[in-house]
């Protein structure tokens, strides 16, 4: 474990605390239930703070007000709605370290991991405001005396839920999709990292977001999607988190049928070809795999090693994953910071105990660290069978399986056998079999001699029951927004 650092340098030190309320038309407030939850530091186990908890007259009147504020966003002239966003984000970027800080300490992920990830969200933001500008309609050449278009224009009031693993930029992707597409947003952000969303939406609100465009709400999270979505105001829904939860929503969004974008999970597979560079392979895929905890949808946890270059790989990958450092991601010599609740860490120990007792091969980690918070170790896992739980179920923790082959169409269906299909990787020295793994990994999400993070400019989203829709790139705005064919007889 690392050693603690000089907190005395801490922006939160330095600053006001955090404020933690519900935004609902234009005003922070801490709803009418009078109930609260309480905010965990997983590096520590100590209470942050307490959240409120959403009655339903708060959700109506978070509905009622994106509602009402519809018609007039959606009608501001997209410059104008882009200049309010750029602001946003300027803000964003001026709080940086603050925002990092209370990420990490209500998440634990690094707070360089944090940093990074606030500089994405102000990109994103960005990214979406100039897209836009370019929802271009089309005319069509049908007849000589009528004119027949299409157009796009923003669906309506969106519900939209958030995780706790991407606290910033997980909301981002939501409310810069739904303001720059010219719709208004009812967001359940997650009660285990509350502070960061309302950072977030203060910059909204101080940026000059009108009220009732974005309101952010938090609640049961049972209760507070059953009721958003059957709410009639509301014309789309937005999820990020795991698949049951995501498969519930698109049910409840069908049955009233709204459209909607399912960022879901995944259990990614890793195949490494018998001409690619084990040991390059190996730090690549740890670099990628402890990212967060390994509490990522696109974390590679089934790696597949071509028997050749098998124990080259397992040495480099269980190298890097022994000689990790773990403590709090505050601490800037941590390398992974702690799980980020006791759900997790439960999980871990259910998996490991499963895989065990059908055989399987600790080469390294495999338990808890026992000091307070979160801390789990970073863990290889060897000779797994296919029954295996962690075969089938997404770890969605600092634990991965390497598992070796021989031919590659082997590989390619064991990678393509779960009906996952979120993220996939492929390393190989020859383009052809790269080529071969670009179009045969089934997922939304390909990386080759890389494990790559997403960007504002390229569209990220999951196949087959990792879910539908697009977020990100020139795909982005799509989900939040309609279609309309328009016929005008002109003579
Ligand atoms: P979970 O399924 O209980 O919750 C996942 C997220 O969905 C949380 O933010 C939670 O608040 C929210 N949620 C839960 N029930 C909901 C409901 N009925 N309506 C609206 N929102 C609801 O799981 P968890 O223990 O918090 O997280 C672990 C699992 O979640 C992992 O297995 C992983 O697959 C998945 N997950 C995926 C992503 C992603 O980016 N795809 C992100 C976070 C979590």
């Avoid at 309320?21 to 009078?34: E, K, L, N, P, R």
């Avoid at 933001?125 to 089309?138: K, T």
């Avoid at 270059?309 to 390398?335: K, M």
């Avoid at 670009?438 to 960007?455: D, F, Q, T, Y």
Wanted: charge should be negative.
């Amino acid at each position: 474990m690392s050693a603690t650092t000089d907190r005395s340098k801490d922006p939160i030190v330095t600053t006001p605390p955090a404020r933690i309320a519900m935004f609902i038309d234009g005003v922070w407030t801490g709803g009418t239930s009078g109930r609260t939850e309480p905010i965990i530091d997983p590096a520590t186990g100590q209470s942050l703070g307490e959240v409120p908890i959403a009655a339903r007259e708060d959700l109506d009147r978070a509905v009622e007000a994106a509602s009402r504020s519809f018609p007039a966003w959606r009608d501001t002239p997209v410059d104008e709605r882009g200049a309010i966003l750029h602001r946003a984000a300027d803000l964003i970027r001026e709080r940086l370290s603050r925002i990092a800080w209370i990420m990490t300490t209500e998440e634990g992920k690094l707070l360089s991991q944090s940093t990074a990830e606030v500089i994405r969200v102000a990109k994103g933001i960005d990214w979406d405001a100039e897209d836009a500008r370019r929802l271009y309609g089309r005319i069509i050449p049908v007849d000589h005396d009528t004119e027949m278009s299409v157009i796009h224009q923003p669906v309506g009031p969106v519900a939209a839920f958030t995780p706790w693993n991407f606290p910033a930029a997980s909301p981002m992707r939501k409310l810069g999709g739904a303001l720059s597409a010219g719709c208004t947003i009812v967001l359940k952000a997650s009660e285990e990292t509350p502070g960061t969303a309302c950072a977030l939406v203060q910059c909204f609100e101080e940026a000059g977001v009108p009220a009732g465009v974005i309101n952010l709400v938090f609640g049961v999270p049972a209760e507070v999607s059953q009721h958003l979505i059957t709410s009639p105001a509301i014309r789309m829904v937005a999820f990020t988190g795991s698949i049951p939860v995501g498969k519930r929503l698109a049910q409840l969004a069908g049955e009233h049928m709204k459209p909607s974008i399912m960022e879901l999970g995944g259990h990614a597979p890793v195949v490494i070809c018998r001409d690619a560079d084990p040991e390059r392979a190996g730090k690549a895929v740890a670099a990628a795999k402890y990212v967060n905890a390994g509490q990522v949808c696109t974390s590679p946890s089934r790696i597949y090693a071509h028997a050749d270059i098998y124990d080259a790989f397992l040495d480099s990958y269980s190298g890097e994953s022994r000689s990790l450092r773990v403590g709090n991601g505050l601490d800037e010599s941590s390398q992974m910071g702690p799980m980020a609740n006791t759900r997790r860490l439960a999980a871990m120990d259910e998996l490991l105990e499963d895989a065990q007792e059908r055989g399987t091969s600790v080469i390294c980690g495999g338990s808890r660290i026992d000091q307070p918070g979160f801390f789990y170790e970073p863990t290889v896992l060897t000779e797994v069978p296919t029954e295996a739980r962690i075969m089938r179920e997404e770890p969605f923790g600092p634990v991965s399986a390497v598992l070796r082959f021989d031919d590659l169409n082997d590989a390619l269906a064991a990678a393509n056998s779960l009906p996952y299909g979120l993220a996939a990787y492929g390393f190989t020295g020859s383009a052809d079999t790269a080529d071969v793994l670009k179009r045969g990994l089934e997922a939304g999400i390909i990386s080759i001699n890389h494990c790559g993070g997403s960007v504002p400019e390229a569209p990220s989203g999951g196949v087959k029951d990792s879910g539908w829709g697009r977020e990100g790139g020139s795909e982005g705005l799509d989900g939040y927004l309609i279609t309309k064919r328009i016929s005008h007889k002109l003579r």
